[in-house]
């Protein structure tokens, strides 16, 4: 639910709370847990798909196995597709492009530009080479650093279980530092925050820390920093956002993630470490971003036979 964001949602009418609700269902649909090995699987519903379906859904979970291996491994929770913040910047979107950017909240220190593929039928070299060509093709943006570029695949092996690939190719540009990293937590977390406030804030789910509301009919619970949701809650839900309130907005939020990260409820979440990722309910997880999610016995129905 996380994964990017439209242009639109910054430039134009949109409907943040369906896409995110669209988003979960296409994986609800598409994976189910393998209960022998634990790990995801094609499900039922993704053999069923026609070859134009399947190309459709394979590039969605290439995305969004982008965004976990980034965040797990690379320590980069916020990604967000590239023409929203050149739409930030009133900057043309480009034919071949990262189709991810993203920075290191804790540090600072570098930012990453990512070409995700997702493949039906297995990794091939070409699929890895296209990938690698794409994150390395990343546009001057303004204060966005980009000195890490990340070739990511992900693809079904042969018992079709969903496996992931990350490939670092090299790259030349050095980073710009973080002052252009507000325009991005705000494309981030914009569609979020709205799509919470559109579904219902669940008063007696929420505190001060956490803000929580029911997606509905997809039986889970999306939480946000409570912060966060003050901060965004001062810009429009959908169209432009004036200068002022941006440059506020994007202020509050920057300094927030890459300063005090206790401000935004986040502190503990940035520094849990890996034994504490690991040691987390499969049905409810905080990402290094804020955002949590708790699913419904729905999304286990190994479990439920």
């Known amino acids: ?11 134009g009418p949109s409907r943040p709370l369906i896409e995110i609700c669209w988003r979960a269902a296409m994986v609800l649909a598409s ?10 699987r094609k499900s ?4 069923r798909l026609d070859p134009s379906e399947k190309s459709a859904v ?9 965004k976990i291996t980034c965040e797990l491994l690379l320590g980069v929770p916020h990604l967000v597709h590239l023409d929203s913040v050149l739409a930030v910047h009133g900057m043309p979107i480009r034919d071949s492009r990262p189709d991810l950017i993203g920075f290191d909240p804790v540090s600072g220190a570098y930012g990453i530009a990512v070409g995700a593929k997702g493949w039906t039928n297995g990794r091939t070299a070409d699929v890895t080479a296209e990938a690698k060509k794409q994150a390395g093709l990343l546009p001057p943006v303004p204060g966005v650093p980009s000195d890490v570029g990340v070739a990511s695949v992900s693809s079904f092996d042969t018992r079709g279980r969903w496996q992931a690939y990350l490939e670092d190719p090299p790259r030349s540009r050095d980073s710009q530092g973080t002052q252009g990293i507000g325009p991005l937590l705000v ?11 559109d579904a219902g804030i669940d008063r007696g789910a929420s505190d001060r820390a956490t803000v929580v509301a029911r997606l509905p ?3 889970m619970r999306l939480g946000l920093p409570g912060d966060v949701v003050s901060i965004m809650s001062q810009v429009p839900a959908t169209g432009p956002i004036p200068a002022g309130r941006l440059r506020e ?7 927030a993630i890459t300063g005090d990260t206790t401000q935004l409820g986040m502190g503990g979440v ?23 999610v708790e699913l419904g016995p729905s999304w286990f129905p190994a479990a439920q036979q």
């Open 1 to 11: 639910m996380t994964v990017g964001v439209s242009p639109a949602s910054l430039g």
């Open 270 to 292: 940035l520094n849990l470490a890996d034994e504490d990722l690991e040691a987390q309910s499969p049905r409810y997880c905080t990402g290094l971003d804020g955002v949590s």
């Open 58 to 66: 394979s590039y969605f979970l290439g995305l969004t196995q982008a």
């Open 187 to 197: 494309a981030y977390y914009r569609p979020l925050v709205f799509a919470l406030q």
């Open 217 to 219: 009919g997809m039986d």
């Open 249 to 255: 907005a994007a202020a509050g939020l920057a300094e």
């Open 31 to 40: 994976l189910e847990p393998d209960p022998v090995s634990g790990r995801w």
């Open 44 to 47: 039922h519903s993704y053999h």
